[in-house]
C-alpha cells in the first residue's frame, strides 16, 4: 500500500508561484510512476504532469507547460510541483497519484493523495 500526503497549497495572486509537495511511503519513486492533477469545482479531475520511474521522462500537460516544473527528491521519497505565473484558472484542489504507466489517464493510477486546494486570486 502507497501513501501520498500533500502539502504546500494555499491562497496566492496572480503571477505568484507555489510550491507543492507530495512525501510519499516507502521507495515509491523507484517503483512507481507518480503523478498530479487537480479538480476545479463543477469540472472533471484534469491531468497536470507526470514522472516516471526514479524521476525520469517528465509528461506535461500543455496547459501549465512552460510554467509548471515536476521533479523529485527520491532520497527524500517527495514529489515536488513547483508552480509558477499562476493564474485564477489554476485554482483547483490539486492530487498527488502513483501508478504503473507513464500516462494522463486517471485509471491506471492506483493510490491518491487527499489533495489541497490552491487558490490563485486575480
Known amino acids: 500500500q502507497v501513501q501520498l500526503v500533500e502539502s504546500g497549497g494555499g491562497l496566492v495572486q496572480a503571477g505568484d508561484s507555489l510550491r507543492l509537495s507530495c512525501a510519499a511511503s516507502?521507495?515509491?519513486?523507484?517503483?512507481?510512476?507518480m503523478g498530479w492533477f487537480r479538480q476545479a469545482p463543477g469540472k472533471e479531475r484534469e491531468f497536470v504532469a507526470a514522472?516516471?520511474?526514479?524521476?525520469?521522462?517528465?509528461l506535461v500537460a500543455d496547459s501549465v507547460k512552460g510554467r509548471f516544473t515536476f521533479s523529485s527528491d527520491v532520497a527524500k521519497n517527495t514529489a515536488l510541483l513547483l508552480m509558477n505565473d499562476l493564474k485564477p484558472d489554476d485554482s483547483a484542489v490539486y492530487y498527488c497519484?502513483?501508478?504503473?504507466?507513464?500516462?494522463?489517464?486517471?485509471?491506471?493510477?492506483?493510490?491518491w493523495g487527499q489533495g489541497i486546494q490552491v487558490t490563485v486570486s486575480s
Open positions: 497519484a502513483a501508478g504503473m504507466e507513464l500516462t494522463a489517464r486517471e485509471d491506471p493510477y492506483d493510490f
Open positions: 516507502g521507495r515509491t519513486f523507484w517503483n512507481y510512476v
Open positions: 514522472l516516471d520511474r526514479g524521476g525520469g521522462s517528465p
